[in-house]
């Protein structure tokens, strides 16, 4: 499985967008790029995944560059609440198994 | 979200101890995987189980014994733990491409985890 290098901390303001970034520069063309996030105490959250084209749902938008070697997960206008760890995930198609887990960014949402 | 429940949320036991963990999710799906969540640590794979027959075993020591009576339903059986077994342990679901899915290499079914249990071994 393709690793991923995520920047280990970021703030941010309450109200402002959160562009969290991920580096992947090993990844294949059958794999896909997941974010998960996880709230102290709790399991983690799936947030968003995409292949190569950018994706948006209502929690938040994926960019991927069109290399696939990078991608941002931007949250729109960042709460409180959004203060977690975020992990970038590489992932074979075909295979619902196995999301290999790094350490992820945590991301404080400050006011 | 309640779709992967996992039941005790927290569990202290003395290391000569029998304990279970369960868990079950009511979403449909046909795979669940137990992970391991130490303090400080990436979470790890431990077990995978699809269409209740294991297909994954991270090299996990035997005092870890897993369960899938059916789909919806995982446990985590424990003895004879030690101290640094102490962690969150998760479960997560996903739905599995059925076999005989002739649509080779498009599926990908995110996976939905429960809150875990806080287990604490003296």
């Known amino acids: 499985d393709a690793k991923t290098t995520q920047p280990p901390s970021m703030d941010c303001a309450e109200g402002r967008a959160a562009n969290l970034p991920c580096n992947h520069s090993?990844?294949?063309?059958?794999?896909?790029v997941y974010w998960y996030r996880q709230i102290h105490s709790q399991g983690p959250q799936y947030i968003i995944h995409g292949l190569k084209n950018n994706e948006t749902n209502e929690m938040a938008s994926l960019i991927i560059t069109e290399d696939r070697k990078s991608s941002t997960l931007i949250l729109p206008h960042a709460t409180l609440r959004d203060t977690a760890v975020y992990y970038c995930i590489v992932r074979p198609t075909g295979t619902a198994s196995k999301l290999t887990f790094g350490t992820g960014t945590r991301l404080q949402v400050t006011l | 979200e309640t779709g992967v429940t996992q039941t005790p949320r927290h569990l202290v036991m003395g290391m000569t101890n029998k304990k279970s963990l369960k868990c079950e999710q009511h979403?449909?799906?046909?795979?669940m995987y137990w992970y391991k969540q130490s303090a400080k640590k990436p979470l790890e794979l431990m077990f995978v189980y699809s269409l209740e027959e294991r297909v994954e075993n991270n090299s996990v020591p035997s005092r870890f014994s897993p369960e899938c009576p059916n789909s919806s339903h995982l446990f985590l059986h424990l003895h004879t733990l030690q101290p640094e077994d102490s962690a969150l342990y998760l479960c997560?679901?996903?739905?599995?491409?059925?076999?005989?899915?002739?649509?080779?290499?498009?599926?990908?079914?995110?996976?939905?985890f429960g809150n875990g249990t806080r287990l604490t071994v003296t």
């Open positions: 997560a679901s996903s739905q599995d491409r059925s076999q005989g899915d002739l649509n080779v290499g498009s599926y990908n079914s995110p996976l939905h």
């Open positions: 090993t990844i294949s063309g059958n794999e896909y």
């Open positions: 979403l449909g799906h046909n795979a």
